[in-house]
């Protein structure tokens, strides 16, 4: 054979070569496709891993809303009529039990573990009025109420005592200031336990009832009993 025709046959053969498909084998064409589809041309408008995340939350969310539907009579209408009346039953409860107090405990105690007459609770209260920290003058003329009328021994000394135990003792014996003592009792409350902010008034309420029980007499423990019955 010739060199010319040695070309020609080869020529021959690339183009019918050409023709036949090329049979690439499983693995490597996935390899390969994995290689170009991790390219970052490909992923640039992929949502970020945090917002992943929130679409699996709310898919998540969206599977138990649709389970719950789906086992509630009358589909999501029954869901929602369901939903209304659980709202409806703690509305109820709140509505006849009032807001949840804490029980008395060793974190409502009115005084601290470092014990002052009621002259110092007094001046104390004062001070702090003069310089219009109400909540700190309510909460000391109140200690000076309860204070005093412990010094008086119209209150036993106990440890652990709420403003609200004392006031409502107290208005046994003393019952034309009993309304006024689960006020003072209310008010110490609202701004040592409830984040209120006390006024002036509130202040001056409780240093006008300091003055009236200091003047008053209290009943003898029959009469109490009877006034309390």
Do not use: C
Not at 196 to 209: G, H, I, K, M
């Amino acid at each position: 054979m010739s060199i010319t025709g040695g070309v020609t046959a080869a020529r021959l053969l690339a183009r019918e070569s050409d023709d036949v498909p090329v049979d690439i084998p499983r693995v490597p064409a996935r390899e390969a496709a994995e290689r170009e589809l991790s390219r970052p041309m490909y992923h640039e408008n992929d949502p970020n891993l945090l917002q992943r995340a929130l679409d699996r939350f709310w898919d998540w969310v969206g599977g138990i809303f649709d389970a719950a539907s789906g086992s509630a009579p009358g589909g999501v209408l029954g869901l929602l009529v369901v939903a209304l009346i659980v709202v409806a039953l703690i509305a109820a409860l709140w509505w006849r039990l009032g807001t949840p107090r804490r029980a008395p405990g060793s974190t409502d105690s009115l005084f601290d573990d470092s014990p002052r007459s009621a002259s110092e609770h007094r001046t104390a209260a004062e001070a702090h009025a003069a310089a219009g920290r109400w909540n700190q003058a309510v909460q000391e003329r109140m200690r000076a109420i309860v204070r005093s009328l412990e010094e008086r021994t119209l209150l036993d000394p106990r440890p652990g005592r709420t403003a609200d135990e004392a006031a409502a003792e107290a208005g046994r014996s003393l019952p034309d200031h009993a309304h006024g003592l689960r006020v003072g009792a209310r008010e110490f409350d609202d701004v040592t336990y409830g984040g209120r902010t006390a006024s002036p008034e509130a202040y001056l309420r409780l240093r006008d009832l300091d003055l009236g029980l200091e003047r008053a007499k209290p009943l003898l423990s029959g009469a109490a009993q009877g006034a309390a019955e």
